[in-house]
């Protein structure tokens, strides 16, 4: 199946790293995880997964810091259970009770190439994958999604657009010649990073990270060992 493939492009994005507690920071490119979720912002189905293969860097790593409010609790569920029990209950929020300033140090300007493949899974395993790649190109050339896809934090919206693969005559794909490059200067290791989160155990999902390793501007995702 021919991969499919995104530029997404942002004034600013924050990809937290989960070791920092309190003040955000930010990985220095996109993880897979959340490439991952602009691809379902275009579209999700319970049938596909998307498996993000290659991540490029567009524009160079740059840096700003910010202090930002932010509510510093969230709604009981113990209280929502009360009130649909009893028909009332205390669900609010109040933000002057509950704000709390925090800095953070994200990035902007960021510019990235997406690559994907689209599976199917559970019992559409083996089902005719036709009709969700004719929707996903239709929904990404013409620049729709389900909502809007992010970079990291739901504040940080991301400009998209659909980019066509080329055949390249050896079984493999690459971009037109008139596609901006990686860039060719960047190849730094940047330690473990978030792969994804392990959802097979329920109600306590386990964090998957890998080796991430750029060169010349490139992530390759096709062979990574994930671990717990």
């Not at 493949?117 to 036709?130: K, L, T, W």
């Not at 330690?191 to 306590?204: H, I, P, R, T, V």
Request: contains cysteine.
């Amino acid at each position: 199946m021919k991969p499919f493939c995104l530029e997404v492009r942002g004034d600013y994005a924050c990809f937290t790293r989960p070791e920092m507690k309190v003040e955000r920071v930010s990985y220095d490119l996109i993880t897979p995880s959340a490439a991952r979720a602009v691809f379902e912002a275009i579209l999700w189905k319970p049938a596909i997964r998307w498996r993000i293969t290659r991540i490029e860097v567009l524009q160079p790593v740059r840096w700003t810091s910010v202090r930002r409010n932010e509510v510093g609790a969230v709604a009981s569920s113990r209280n929502a259970l009360t009130a649909m029990n009893e028909g009332h209950g205390e669900l609010a929020l109040y933000i002057e009770e509950e704000r709390q300033q925090r800095a953070s140090l994200i990035l902007r300007d960021v510019a990235y190439r997406l690559h994907a493949d689209m599976e199917m899974v559970g019992e559409d395993a083996r089902a005719n994958p036709n009709k969700y790649i004719a929707m996903f190109n239709r929904r990404a050339a013409a620049g729709q999604c389900v909502n809007q896809p992010y970079l990291g934090c739901r504040e940080f919206a991301a400009a998209f657009r659909a980019v066509e693969l080329l055949a390249d005559g050896q079984g493999g794909w690459r971009v037109g010649p008139d596609e901006p490059s990686a860039l060719d200067d960047w190849s730094p290791d940047l330690g473990w990073m978030l792969y994804d989160m392990d959802f097979a155990a329920g109600s306590a999902p386990q964090p998957r990270f890998f080796r991430a390793q750029v060169q010349r501007g490139v992530l390759d995702l096709s062979r990574v060992e994930v671990r717990g």
